[in-house]
């Protein structure tokens, strides 16, 4: 069974379309308009092996959070949707992930329940043009949304690019892992029997 589902969400402050693949190649197609969002993204894809078809049309005139916030949501509702029953999955990841000088570990357990930890430390106001405080944002709305656990810690770094990239591949990876079909599990990982 292919786990790939889209999805169009439109509100008064954005227009999102989403195709997204659990089970692909890293091929990613972003248009976000907000283009450190969009390199995130791509390396999300890339490191995860996931497919995903992306555009948003946000009101950037005020600022970028409702796009981030947004591309959270409907990012988190896709993979919970392209899941489907979850048999058979790894559930549990974590991931350590290096990026230069910066150290990121992501844990992801997806038990249907949402629940999100952050704690990310010394990030600069700005990557770019872009709102580092957003970073938050986007993993909560994709946590709630997802129906999963999320936990991210940054351990150090000084390049504020470098730890949110760190932070990003390590999401794209846990995600992998997690999503994982293991051949050795019957039915839902779970003793309640479902998830």
């Known amino acids: 069974m292919m786990r790939k589902q889209s999805i169009q969400r439109s ?4 227009a999102v379309n989403l195709t997204f693949s659990i089970d692909g190649t890293g091929t ?8 450190f969002l ?22 950037l005139e005020v600022d970028q959070h409702h796009t981030v916030e947004d591309i959270g949501i409907a990012l988190g509702q896709v993979f919970n949707k392209a899941l489907g029953d979850k048999e058979g999955i790894n559930r549990y990841a974590t991931v350590t992930t290096p990026m230069d000088e910066s150290l990121s570990t992501v844990s992801v357990d997806i038990s249907g329940r949402a629940y999100f930890v952050y704690h990310v430390g010394g990030l600069k106001d ?3 043009t872009f709102d580092t405080e957003l ?5 909560q709305a ?8 999320l936990h991210i810690n940054l351990a150090y770094g000084s390049n504020t690019h470098h730890m949110i990239e760190s932070i990003f591949k390590g999401f794209g990876r846990a995600l992998d892992q997690a999503s994982f079909r293991n051949a050795r599990i019957e039915g839902v990982p779970s003793t309640k029997g479902s998830l």
């Not at 995130?40 to 497919?51: A, C, E, I, K, T």
Request: proline fraction near 0%; aromatic fraction near 8%.
């Open 11 to 14: 509100t008064s402050e954005t």
């Open 38 to 59: 969009d390199h995130m993204l791509n390396l999300m894809s890339r490191h995860g092996l996931f497919d995903m078809e992306l555009t948003c049309d946000g009101d």
């Open 142 to 149: 994709f946590a709630s949304n997802a129906r999963l656990t």
């Open 126 to 128: 700005k990557a770019g």
């Open 135 to 139: 970073v938050e944002e986007f993993f």
């Open 28 to 35: 990613a197609k972003v248009d976000t308009g907000v283009g």
